[in-house]
């Protein structure tokens, strides 16, 4: 059984369409990265798959069930969690507090000051996360998720504006996962993506292009024109991050 399907998934705003019939799955245990240029479609994926936004048209499956139509928080109670593009922290609120909270809305057997512990950081529980670093915050973000003791995680542009040594301790946390979560990445990074995934799926104007392993996608001539034009010389770099044309 697959741990998530996607399947005949659209999505219009208004008369603009930015997902178009998309479907695919996830093996239990499969770490799958998502990537594609700036408007793909990709954060409204996520949306639906994670229930902040309903499909035009689609449906959704979470170990063989149908969650199209249930609530978010019923969704995170199969085991689904996720990070966000932008801080979806309390701001105004302590460590604690925010983990709190995230805990409440899931069966997690952990509880907040245990979790702190493990992480080393119950000396901060009682800062509020607007003073902590950009990099601190985009991991506590992560920590809370997996604090949700999730079986599928989907991270959104998880190492966004962060510096190389604060991506590098973000990629150890997601690559130090227990191999039994499903792992579902959106990254602009290359190098990341690279390092993290051992599928790839690329959307552009909202439909799949390609999908498949990274030497798979390295090579694939129709991602390479998407990404780099035709006649572009490799897809080797990893490229300044938000760019919106040249994505590595
Ligand atoms: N709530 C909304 N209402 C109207 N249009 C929207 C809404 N959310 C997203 N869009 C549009 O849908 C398209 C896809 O946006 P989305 O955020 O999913 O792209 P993305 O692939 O995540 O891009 P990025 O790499 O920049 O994060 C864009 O054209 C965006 O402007
Ligand atoms: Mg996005």
Same mark, same amino acid.
């Given at each position: 059984? %697959?741990?998530?399907?996607?399947?005949?998934?659209?999505?219009?705003?208004?008369?603009? @369409?930015?997902?178009?019939?998309?479907?695919?799955?996830?093996?239990?245990?499969?770490? @799958?990265?998502?990537?594609?240029?700036?408007?793909?479609?990709?954060?409204? !994926?996520?949306?639906?798959?994670?229930?902040?936004?309903? $499909?035009?048209?689609? *449906?959704?499956?979470?170990?063989?069930?149908?969650?199209?139509?249930?609530?978010?928080?019923?969704?995170?109670?199969?085991?689904?969690?996720?990070? /966000?593009?932008?801080?979806?922290?309390?701001?105004?609120?302590?460590?604690?507090?925010?983990?709190?909270?995230?805990?409440?809305?899931? *069966?997690?057997? /952990? %509880?907040?000051?245990? #979790?702190?512990?493990?992480?080393?950081?119950?000396?901060?529980?009682?800062?509020?996360?607007?003073?902590?670093?950009?990099?601190?915050?985009?991991?506590?973000?992560?920590? !809370?998720?997996?604090?949700?003791?999730?079986? #599928?995680?989907?991270?959104?542009?998880?190492?966004?504006?962060?510096? $190389?040594?604060?991506?590098?301790?973000?990629?150890?946390?997601?690559?130090?996962?227990?191999?039994?979560?499903?792992?579902? #990445?959106?990254?602009? *990074?290359?190098?990341?993506? /690279?390092?993290?995934?051992?599928?790839?799926?690329?959307?552009? /104007?909202?439909?799949?292009?390609?999908?498949?392993?990274?030497?798979?996608?390295?090579?694939?001539?129709?991602?390479?024109?998407?990404?780099?034009?035709?006649?572009?010389?490799?897809?080797?770099?990893?490229?300044?991050?938000?760019?919106?044309?040249?994505?590595?």
């Amino acid at each position: 059984m %697959n741990a998530l399907e996607v399947r005949n998934l659209s999505k219009d705003f208004g008369g603009l @369409r930015v997902l178009d019939n998309v479907s695919f799955s996830l093996r239990p245990g499969e770490r @799958r990265g998502i990537i594609g240029p700036n408007g793909a479609g990709k954060t409204t !994926l996520f949306n639906i798959i994670s229930g902040n936004l309903k $499909p035009s048209a689609g *449906d959704i499956f979470l170990y063989g069930a149908r969650v199209t139509r249930l609530p978010s928080w019923h969704r995170s109670r199969l085991g689904l969690a996720r990070t /966000f593009q932008k801080s979806n922290l309390f701001s105004g609120l302590s460590l604690y507090d925010n983990l709190y909270l995230a805990l409440l809305a899931t *069966d997690s057997p /952990f %509880n907040a000051k245990d #979790i702190l512990k493990e992480w080393g950081m119950w000396e901060k529980r009682k800062i509020c996360v607007d003073r902590l670093s950009h990099g601190e915050q985009r991991q506590v973000e992560l920590l !809370l998720a997996l604090a949700q003791h999730p079986r #599928i995680i989907l991270l959104d542009e998880p190492t966004a504006g962060l510096s $190389p040594a604060e991506t590098e301790v973000i990629v150890k946390i997601i690559g130090d996962l227990p191999r039994d979560i499903t792992i579902l #990445i959106i990254e602009h *990074d290359m190098e990341v993506v /690279f390092a993290l995934a051992e599928r790839i799926t690329v959307l552009h /104007f909202g439909q799949i292009v390609a999908e498949g392993s990274k030497e798979e996608i390295k090579s694939d001539p129709r991602v390479r024109q998407i990404y780099l034009g035709i006649g572009g010389e490799g897809l080797s770099r990893a490229a300044p991050k938000r760019s919106p044309h040249l994505l590595w």
